[in-house]
């Protein structure tokens, strides 16, 4: 009678919690964890053998990479600003050619410098790599037209690169041409074998939150993780070079959570850039 457990169907696999217990990264939301990165940053030094630290970031067109320094830009001239969101370079939605033309250069209190470029187009891609190296040895003087990169005659006009970042947005995380990768690929192992330190920065989080106070359990969401994991996998890239942001996009005023984690992924590229500039 009743109750024979043979019948029963197989319990399924009990799902996976959507949140981790513990974040794979430590990120503290208070007034005083954002305050203290303010400063930290305001307070940067580079090493004495480098005058300024010296960013450049690169990424596909429309990856977020413009608006990833005007949202830091807009972070750090918070007072200047009156807390608004700032256009300092040119975005744009939907375009299919890079928005950004010329390598353009941003000074922050005379230490930092943001360098923003062309976001990569695959068939020019047989190039990206001679392009790249150029800029990255501090051959390509500010404001060049990357067109004319490859012509670029003169020497140590620029500023020698002491940190990449490679930017790539969340949804397109998944479905990254083979090519890009493989392209990627190539260039993070130029990267290790000269030693100029990387971080691969994900932006575009924001589409997987209802709202921004959400943002704080970013790092325990395992779908998240996931995805990054894969990509950074293709990539070859440890999960510790990975700083994951939303970028202002549609805000007009700055907001403490979307900061907080704007300034820790700048504060990591900063650190990230000086054992670099201590082996020069
Ligand atoms: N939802 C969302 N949209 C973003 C984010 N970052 C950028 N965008 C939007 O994406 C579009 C392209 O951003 P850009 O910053 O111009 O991209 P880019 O990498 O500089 O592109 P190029 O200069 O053309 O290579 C703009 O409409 C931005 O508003 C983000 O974190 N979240
Ligand atoms: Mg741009």
Redesign the pocket.
């Known amino acids: 009678m009743g109750g024979s457990s043979s019948r029963e169907p197989p319990k399924p696999e009990p799902k996976p919690k959507p949140l981790l217990t513990d974040p794979w990264r430590e990120v503290e939301f208070s007034d005083d964890a954002y305050m203290k990165l303010q400063e930290e940053i305001k307070n940067h030094q580079p090493h004495p053998k480098a005058s300024t630290t010296n960013i450049i970031i690169l ?1 596909s ?7 990833f320094l005007n949202s830091v830009l807009s972070e750090l001239r918070r007072e200047e600003f009156n807390g608004r969101v700032q256009n300092i370079e040119a ?3 939907g ?1 299919q050619t ?3 033309q010329h390598l353009r250069c941003h000074t922050f209190n005379d230490k930092i410098k943001i360098f923003d470029t ?2 990569f187009e695959l068939e020019k891609t047989v190039n990206a790599s001679i392009i790249l190296k150029k800029i990255l040895d501090g051959e390509v003087a500010e404001g060049t037209k990357f067109d004319g990169i490859l012509e670029t005659k003169i020497k140590m006009e620029g500023d020698k690169i002491h940190c990449v970042v490679l ?1 790539i947005s969340i949804h397109n995380a998944e479905n990254l041409d083979p090519a890009l990768i493989q392209f990627y690929e190539e260039f993070i192992g130029m990267l290790t074998e000269t030693g100029v330190p990387y971080q691969l920065l994900v ?5 997987h939150f209802e709202t921004t106070e959400d943002f704080k359990s970013l790092y325990r969401r395992r779908d998240i993780k996931q995805k990054i994991e894969n990509v950074a996998k293709k990539m070859r890239i440890s999960m510790s070079n990975v700083l994951v ?3 202002y ?1 549609e805000e007009v005023k700055i907001n403490q959570i979307k900061g907080t984690l704007l300034l820790e992924a700048f504060g990591q590229m900063l650190t990230a850039a000086k054992p670099f500039q201590e082996r020069m």
Do not use: E, L, Y
């Not at 067109?61 to 608006?67: D, R």
């Open positions: 990424g067109v429309g990856s977020g990479k413009s608006s975005v744009r939605p375009a890079s928005v950004t062309a976001g930017v932006t575009f989080i924001d589409k942001v939303s970028n996009f």
